[in-house]
């Protein structure tokens, strides 16, 4: 093997291992105090039973599809895609959530590497609810799953 092509395979191999971790921190977390994470079976079944979903995605994303019978309430989000995200730059209308705090809802929006609805999650968990469920994997897997969308 040439120097030149060895330096360029061990320049690639270096770049994977410091890409590596950018790419998965973008990603949110699996878990979160005070957040119940849901798969979309899960979730379906509390919908059914009445409890109300919230798509928090932008809201021409809601209009082009969402899951059947979810209410949208966007959230505006300028902060930081991290745990330690500050809330005060964000925008999200925490009384358009039922007033009972004790009550269930459930939050989603594009999957894994979307922060709306983790940060949605928070906000409400902050706000002193009480029941709060996380479809973390959102509509991408809700769909594979062939559940209904509008």
């Keep these: 093997m040439s120097q030149k092509r060895w330096f360029y395979g061990a320049l690639i191999i270096m770049c994977s291992f410091v890409l590596m971790p950018i790419a998965f921190a973008a990603d949110t977390p699996t878990s979160e105090k005070g957040i119940v994470v849901v798969d979309p079976a899960k979730a379906k079944s509390l919908l059914d039973s009445g409890v109300p979903m919230f798509d928090v995605r932008v809201a021409n994303e809601y209009v082009e599809a969402h899951i059947k019978g979810a209410k949208s309430i966007p959230y505006k989000e300028k902060s930081a895609k991290t745990r330690e ?66």
Excluded at 88 to 94: E, Q
Excluded at 105 to 115: Q, R
Aim: proline share 6%; hydrophobic share 40%.
């Design 85 to 150: 995200f500050d809330s005060a730059l964000d925008n999200f209308d925490l009384t358009r959530l039922p007033a009972d705090k004790v009550a269930p809802v459930i939050f989603y929006c594009n999957g894994t590497e979307c922060w709306k609805s983790y940060k949605a999650s928070v906000v409400s968990v902050r706000a002193g609810y009480k029941k709060v469920y996380w479809l973390r994997t959102g509509i991408p897997d809700w769909k594979s799953k062939g559940f209904p969308v509008e």
